[in-house]
């Protein structure tokens, strides 16, 4: 599978972005994990779905701001960010994992590793 991450930009803090993912294949087969990427930082852990959209897994310090979320038949995975602050600024990713402990967040367990999207938080 082929994924495409779409939709970040230049937004003010306090504002909001939908991130999308997009596969070429049935994405359905795949849970689905987004990352990030600062600059001069490591990747880390977003969010992850589960293939049936029933099981969401996140990082604390975004709990409340973040949410994944999935329409299978649109093929699309998405990540609604809300009040988005200047150390959200990253280039991020959507990867695709068949391992059972996808919800680990181990960039590790997740291939298919599309362009990432960059988002801007301005202050």
């Known amino acids: 599978v082929q994924l495409q991450a779409s939709g970040g930009g230049l937004v003010q803090a306090g504002g909001s972005l939908r991130l999308s993912c997009t596969a070429s294949?049935?994405?359905?087969?795949?849970?689905i994990g987004w990352f990030r990427q600062a600059p001069g930082k490591e990747r880390e852990f977003v969010a992850t779905?589960?293939?049936?959209?029933?099981?969401?897994y996140g990082t604390d310090s975004m709990k409340g701001r973040f949410t994944i979320s999935r329409h299978n038949s649109k093929n699309t995975v998405y990540l609604q960010m809300s009040s988005l602050k200047p150390e959200d600024t990253a280039v991020y990713y959507c990867?695709?994992?068949?391992?059972?402990?996808?919800?680990?967040?181990?960039?590790?367990?997740?291939?298919?590793w599309g362009p990432g999207t960059l988002v801007t938080v301005s202050s």
């Open positions: 779905i589960s293939r049936s959209g029933a099981s969401t």
């Open positions: 990867a695709a994992s068949v391992n059972v402990q996808y919800h680990s967040g181990s960039d590790s367990l997740y291939h298919s």
């Open positions: 294949g049935r994405i359905s087969n795949y849970h």
